[in-house]
Structures are given as C-alpha cells and as structure tokens.
C-alpha cells in the first residue's frame, strides 16, 4: 500500500481494530502463536519487510503488528505461553 494515501491508511488502520475485536475469542486463546508466526513469515522468507521507506509503501500487516487492541488481546496467551515454557 502506498504511502501517500492517508486516507487508505486510516482506513486499514480501522478495519484491523474491528476485524481484531470480531475475532477477539481467538486472540485471547492463539494471539501470540498467530502474530509470531506472521513476523517469522515476514522476516525470514526473501521478501521486503513490512516497511519500504525507500520504495515508499507500508504492508497492512505493519498495522496488525503495531496495532494496541491486538497486542492487548494477545497479552494473555503471551503470559500463559511464559509460564509454560522452561526459563
């Protein structure tokens, strides 16, 4: 998505928060599974990132990522995924 367009940006900007408090069941349940697998998914194959300074353009998924009502519905299967793992 290009930068350019505020306007488009606002408006992804919006729907990830309602898609986000829609599927919020499955947030708090596999939020921090989901979200991990999608920056590894982002980040270790060949592709760009989720921004492009130089060519000027955003991935939505920055917005999942950056997204506060996201991140708060993940905390809980974040803390429950600690206390499972070995230190």
Not at 32 to 53: N, W
Not at 71 to 78: G, N, Q, T
Request: hydrophobic share 50%.
């Amino acid at each position: 998505m290009r930068i350019e367009s505020v306007a488009r940006i606002h408006a992804v900007r919006l729907a990830v928060t309602v898609e986000a408090v829609v599927v919020a069941p499955v947030l708090l349940v596999a939020g921090t599974q989901l979200r991990r697998r999608m920056l590894l998914r982002y980040y270790r194959e060949d592709r760009p990132g989720l921004v492009s300074k130089k060519d000027g353009w955003v991935s939505p998924g920055y917005f999942v990522v950056t997204n506060v009502v996201v991140r708060a519905l993940c905390w809980p299967s974040e803390c429950v995924l600690r206390r499972l793992r070995p230190a």
